[in-house]
Each structure stands twice: as C-alpha cells, then as structure tokens.
C-alpha cells in the first residue's frame, strides 16, 4: 500500500507542478505581447484554459492524498478512537462511491466534446475534458487504498453504510416525490449536513447529495452534473486562485513578508499595543498580494509571535486576534472570494477590489481598539525606540515589498492585465526582488511550493465545481424563485434584507467557509439585492465579512482552527479570548452595512 501511495502521488505531483509553471508562463507571455509588444497571442486564454481543467483535477487528486480537502473535524475531533476510525472509513467509502458514480458520466460527457474544437488552436476539446474521468479515477483508487489502510471491520462498516442509505433512497423514491420541494431539506440540508457533520470533504458532500438528489427524484443524467462541475471549475478567471496562491508562498520564501513586518514593527513596535497593530498592518499587506487566508496568516505569525510572547502576550491572545485579523482582511484584493465572486455572479472585479480596501480599514480601527485595551499590560521593559535612521533603513529594506500590492492593484485597474493574468505579474516581479534584492531564492523550496499550490487550489476548485452543480439542482427545483421572493418580501426593504444576509452568511461561512458559500448562494442572492436597492459591490463587502465572521468564530470555524495550527497553539487556548476582537469585527461589519459609501465611494 506504501508503494501504491508513492506511485499515485508521483502520477500526480509532478504533472501539476509542471501545469502550474506552464500557466505562469503561458499567461505571462500574453501579457507582455499585448501591453510590451502589441501583438496579442490570441491562442494564449485558449491554452490556459485547456491545462486548468487537468491542473484543477490533478489538484484535487493531490489535496485526497493529503488529506487537505477542506472539512469539518470539530464534532469528529471529540469522538474516541474507535469512531474517528469508523467515521473515517464513512467519509473516504461516501469520497468512493461520490466517485465512482461520476466515472461513467465523465466519460460519456469527455467523448461527447469530441466534436466541439477551440477556436484559435483547433484542439478537439476531449482532449481537455478527460480531466475530469482521469483524474476521478485517481481519486477512487486513492479513496480505496485509504480504505484498504484500515482494519477490515471498519473498512467494511464504511462500505455496507453508504450502501444501505443507497439502498433506502431508491426504494423511498416513489414515496418521497410525493413531498415535492420538501425534499430539498431531506437531500441538502439533513443529507449533506450528516456528510459535513460527520468530516467528509466538502467537495464531496456536495457532489454526494447532488447525485443522490437527482438519481432518487428525477431522470436528469448525471452528466449534466459534470458539465456544472466543468462551467464551475473552468472559468479562467478562477485560474487566478492557484497563481495567487503561489504568489503567497513565494514572498514567504523570498522573505518579502519579513521584510514588510520588519518595516511596520520598527515603525510601531515600541507603543504599548504596537506589535499588535503590526499585525493588523501585515495582514492588511499581505493579504493584498497572496489572496489566500492561510497563505497570510502563514507569512505573518512566524515573524511577530516570538517577539510579542517576549513582551508578555498569551498564545491565545495571539491566535485570537490573528483570527479576528483573518476576517478582516476578507475583503482585501486580490482576495479569492472577491474573485470567485466577480466569477459567478458577473460583479466587475476591478470594482470588488476598488471596493474591498475601506471596509477592511473599518474592522482593523475597530480591532485596534480592543487590542490597545487587551495590551494595556504589556511589558515594555527593554524595548528601545528606534531612532529614525533604523526606522529610514527598514523602509528602504521593505520598499521592493511594500510596493508589491499597489503594482497588482494598478495593473488591474489601468487594463495592463486581467485579473487573473495579473498574478503572474506579481509572481515575476516576486521572484525578480527575491533574487537580486532579498538574495532568497531556494530552488529546493520551489518544487514543494508548486505542488502546495497545486494541492490548495484542487480542493478549492473541486468544492465550487459540485457546488456549482448543486446550484443548478437547487435552482432547477424552482427553489431559487422561492428563496428570492422570501428575501425580498422581508420587512424593512434593504435594511431588512441586508440583516437577514448578515446572520445567513455568518452560519453559512461557519459551515461551508467562504467560497462553497458564495458559489451556492451568490447566484440566487445578488440579483435579489439589486431588486431591493442595494448596490452589489456593497452587498458583496456585506456578505464576504458577514462569511469571515463565520469562518473564524470557534467552535466550527475552520479558520479559526487553521490559526490555532499555524501559531501552534491549542484551540482551547484562545477560545475565551477571541470574542471581544469577534464582536469589534462585527461592530465593523454593521457600520459597513449601514454606510455603503465604505464600499462604493470610490468606484
């Protein structure tokens, strides 16, 4: 099993790391033959296109094998041994059989786009659609050998499981039609909770529930569900999702980060809350170049937490407010919701990311706020004040970095490049400072960072692929007319409607993170906001920070929990001390929602 395990990551890992530089290449060449040569590469979208759908399958294989698919471990984190097993087996047998009902529908629906051929470079578009039957069966044999790892009773309670709710499903089918649009809570809401609830994929639950739908209640073919899944996971403006994150991981390598946080500590490190607000600041930065939360978080907390443990800070303390820091900054541009955002509900980017900086300065007041009152303790003894000199050098050391994000901003909104091509202006620009400038440049790193790269962006993909065709279930069963009058015939018009979406998104960033969330709803809720009044890139601020409060309030916040893993610290530890930066990023949140000009007084 150790020998089939290395096999499959080779047949996967390296043809990724490989996609993920040719698209770098691929789309940086358009760029600098339209802007630096004026002479477009029309075959250029045409390529990337092509390699996206394989980089996002071979993604997902990765991220299986890692056991990197987002999920929700918190109830499954308090069972004993023995039914953390036994719900394992459940979750990888339900990842198998979400699996193997695909296969023969990819495959149908692969052979079918044989007769359709890309424009510019002729390329019969099989050849681009077999990523998805490829890269499902390596997901199924990866499924299967983590099955087969563990003890046969196990193993077999998993299988004999989802069987036999199978097995129930079809025989209650006749009986269950009879309840109509009911069956949308049995399906999307019991079903796919359980699946969430007891830690299979997200991606998958998703899917899961899908097929069970339409197979118990309709004759839709499945391979309608993998054409979704494809429009979901083959738009190339989400192929900035990848290339933002290994922009990420590369200005951690290249020690741009450092620098930058270096820059903020000697400019605030010596005021009694200081390294806080060089917290606050650095995420502020970096997320306006990584796009990627934990890519973020990851950049910042090894450079400022020893010093302010130094100083007298409490791990917990700590985790909180880069948590509370961490919703923050969701709206910050390049920001991955803002661009999944822009990419199904049709929103201009360039406004989302015009849009997204002041509501985030809005949080960061309120959160400095608590963190002056929570530091007013703090041990300052030893702490020299820099003399301007230090401080002009660290300026100058930052410079290369701190100019990074406004590049990415001006290049996007000036027309130099697209919102996804502009990463690969970042990504050059970071390895160029990182050689000549920094002096950072590992070529042993580069390899594991394009896998991780590949690996984060598979399991995102994947989740807005099935949520996508979980989407247009939802939307076929009429349920988005429904939902769309019920939002709108709320009391209090706007008002109403944006405090109705502020506690939805709250619970639904707590469940299903930001992205899935966006993906499944945005479709359905934002056509509504603009039927009562409210401007979509203000209604898009409101439900990405209202998500953010979601995603990192314990006890099912998963960001929270990847703050906890990268501060090292226990989730309990931080547990009591986060609410009162939750409650200042809340108090921000209804300012924004109540003052639009924060998010559109500069379009």
Same mark, same amino acid.
């Given at each position: 099993?150790?020998?089939?395990?290395?096999?499959?990551?080779?047949?996967?890992?390296?043809?990724?790391?490989?996609?993920?530089?040719?698209?770098?290449?691929?789309?940086?060449?358009?760029?600098?033959?339209?802007?630096?040569?004026?002479?477009?590469?029309?075959?250029?979208?045409?390529?990337?296109?092509?390699?996206?759908?394989?980089?996002?399958?071979?993604?997902?294989?990765?991220?299986?094998?890692?056991?990197?698919?987002?999920?929700? *471990?918190?109830?499954?984190?308090?069972?004993?041994?023995?039914?953390?097993?036994?719900?394992?087996?459940?979750?990888?047998?339900?990842?198998?059989?979400?699996?193997?009902?695909?296969?023969?529908?990819?495959?149908?629906?692969?052979?079918?786009?044989?007769?359709?051929?890309?424009?510019?470079?002729?390329?019969?578009?099989?050849?681009?659609?077999?990523?998805?039957? @490829?890269?499902?069966?390596?997901?199924?044999? *990866?499924?299967?050998?983590?099955?087969?790892?563990?003890?046969?009773?196990?193993?077999?309670?998993?299988?004999?499981?989802?069987?036999?709710?199978?097995?129930?499903?079809?025989?209650?089918?006749?009986?269950?039609?009879?309840?109509?649009?009911?069956?949308?809570?049995?399906?999307?809401?019991?079903?796919?909770?359980?699946?969430?609830?007891?830690?299979?994929?997200?991606?998958?639950?998703?899917?899961?529930?899908?097929?069970?739908?339409?197979?118990?209640?309709?004759?839709?073919?499945?391979?309608?569900?993998?054409?979704?899944?494809?429009?979901?996971?083959?738009?190339?403006?989400?192929?900035?999702?990848?290339?933002?994150?290994?922009?990420?991981?590369?200005?951690?390598?290249?020690?741009?980060?450092?620098?930058?946080?270096?820059?903020?500590?000697?400019?605030?490190?010596?005021?009694?809350?200081?390294?806080?607000?060089?917290?606050?600041?650095?995420?502020?930065?970096?997320?306006?170049?990584?796009?990627?939360?934990?890519?973020?978080?990851?950049?910042?907390?090894? @450079?400022?937490?020893?010093?302010?443990?130094?100083?007298?800070?409490?791990?917990?303390?700590?985790?909180?407010?880069?948590?509370?820091?961490?919703?923050?900054?969701?709206?910050?541009?390049?920001?991955?919701?803002?661009?999944?955002?822009?990419?199904?509900?049709?929103?201009?980017?360039?406004a989302l990311f015009t849009g997204g900086?002041?509501?985030?300065?809005?949080?960061?007041?309120?959160?400095?706020?608590?963190?002056?009152?929570?530091?007013?303790?703090?041990?300052?003894?030893?702490?020299?004040?820099?003399?301007?000199?230090?401080?002009?050098?660290?300026?100058?050391?930052?410079?290369?970095?701190?100019?990074?994000?406004?590049?990415?901003?001006?290049?996007?909104?000036?027309?130099?490049?697209?919102?996804?091509?502009?990463?690969?202006?970042?990504?050059?620009?970071?390895?160029?400072?990182?050689?000549?400038?920094?002096?950072?440049?590992?070529?042993?790193?580069?390899?594991?960072?394009? @896998?991780?790269?590949?690996?984060?962006?598979?399991?995102?993909?994947?989740?807005?692929? *099935?949520?996508?065709?979980?989407?247009?279930?939802?939307?076929?069963?009429?349920?988005?007319?429904?939902?769309?009058?019920?939002?709108?015939?709320?009391?209090?018009?706007?008002?109403?409607?944006?405090?109705?979406?502020?506690?939805?998104?709250?619970?639904?960033?707590?469940?299903?993170?930001?992205?899935?969330?966006?993906?499944?709803?945005?479709?359905?809720?934002?056509?509504?906001?603009?039927?009562?009044?409210?401007?979509?890139?203000?209604?898009?601020?409101?439900?990405?920070?209202a998500m953010g409060i979601g995603l990192?309030?314990?006890?099912?916040?998963?960001?929270?929990?990847?703050?906890?893993?990268?501060?090292?610290?226990?989730?309990?530890?931080?547990?009591?001390?986060?609410?009162?930066?939750?409650?200042?990023?809340?108090?921000?949140?209804?300012?924004?929602?109540?003052?639009?000009?924060?998010?559109?007084?500069?379009?």
């Amino acid at each position: 099993m150790a020998r089939a395990d290395a096999v499959l990551r080779l047949i996967a890992e390296v043809p990724a790391a490989l996609l993920v530089l040719t698209e770098i290449g691929v789309l940086f060449a358009g760029v600098t033959a339209r802007y630096v040569f004026h002479a477009p590469l029309v075959w250029t979208d045409e390529l990337a296109s092509i390699l996206f759908l394989w980089l996002a399958m071979l993604g997902s294989v990765i991220a299986l094998q890692r056991s990197e698919h987002m999920r929700l *471990t918190a109830v499954v984190a308090g069972m004993s041994a023995a039914g953390r097993a036994r719900t394992d087996a459940l979750a990888s047998a339900a990842v198998a059989v979400f699996l193997l009902m695909i296969v023969p529908s990819a495959w149908d629906y692969a052979s079918d786009e044989w007769f359709i051929e890309t424009p510019a470079l002729g390329i019969h578009n099989t050849f681009r659609a077999m990523a998805i039957p @490829v890269g499902a069966v390596l997901m199924v044999v *990866t499924a299967l050998t983590r099955l087969l790892r563990l003890s046969w009773q196990d193993a077999l309670f998993g299988v004999v499981a989802v069987l036999a709710l199978a097995v129930a499903l079809h025989f209650a089918g006749p009986w269950l039609k009879g309840f109509g649009n009911w069956n949308l809570v049995l399906f999307f809401v019991v079903l796919l909770g359980a699946g969430v609830l007891l830690s299979v994929p997200i991606g998958f639950a998703f899917g899961l529930a899908t097929l069970a739908y339409l197979a118990t209640l309709t004759r839709t073919p499945l391979t309608v569900v993998v054409s979704r899944m494809d429009e979901g996971m083959s738009s190339l403006i989400l192929l900035a999702v990848p290339l933002f994150v290994f922009l990420g991981l590369l200005i951690e390598m290249t020690g741009m980060a450092r620098a930058m946080v270096a820059f903020l500590s000697s400019l605030l490190g010596h005021v009694r809350g200081g390294l806080s607000y060089v917290l606050l600041g650095a995420m502020y930065l970096v997320s306006g170049i990584s796009g990627s939360k934990a890519a973020d978080m990851a950049a910042v907390a090894p @450079v400022l937490f020893p010093e302010m443990k130094r100083r007298g800070f409490q791990e917990g303390e700590l985790v909180s407010l880069l948590s509370a820091s961490g919703a923050m900054s969701e709206t910050i541009p390049p920001s991955l919701v803002l661009i999944t955002i822009g990419s199904v509900t049709g929103v201009s980017i360039a406004a989302l990311f015009t849009g997204g900086l002041m509501p985030a300065l809005v949080l960061a007041a309120g959160l400095a706020l608590v963190a002056r009152w929570r530091g007013r303790n703090e041990d300052l003894s030893g702490v020299v004040r820099p003399s301007r000199a230090v401080i002009g050098r660290a300026f100058i050391v930052a410079l290369p970095a701190l100019v990074l994000p406004f590049v990415i901003r001006t290049a996007v909104i000036e027309g130099v490049a697209t919102a996804t091509e502009v990463s690969t202006i970042g990504i050059v620009y970071a390895a160029i400072v990182g050689i000549l400038v920094y002096r950072q440049f590992p070529l042993r790193r580069l390899y594991p960072m394009l @896998v991780e790269t590949a690996a984060l962006s598979g399991a995102i993909l994947l989740i807005i692929g *099935t949520a996508t065709g979980m989407a247009w279930a939802l939307t076929q069963s009429g349920f988005s007319r429904q939902l769309a009058a019920a939002m709108t015939s709320m009391p209090g018009g706007a008002a109403g409607f944006l405090a109705v979406s502020i506690v939805a998104f709250v619970v639904l960033g707590s469940v299903l993170e930001g992205i899935p969330a966006i993906v499944l709803f945005g479709p359905l809720l934002f056509p509504s906001a603009r039927l009562v009044g409210i401007h979509e890139v203000h209604y898009a601020m409101v439900v990405i920070l209202a998500m953010g409060i979601g995603l990192f309030a314990p006890p099912f916040g998963v960001g929270y929990y990847a703050a906890c893993a990268i501060g090292r610290v226990s989730p309990d530890a931080a547990m009591r001390r986060i609410w009162p930066y939750l409650l200042a990023v809340l108090a921000g949140l209804v300012v924004v929602a109540a003052v639009p000009w924060f998010s559109i007084g500069f379009l």
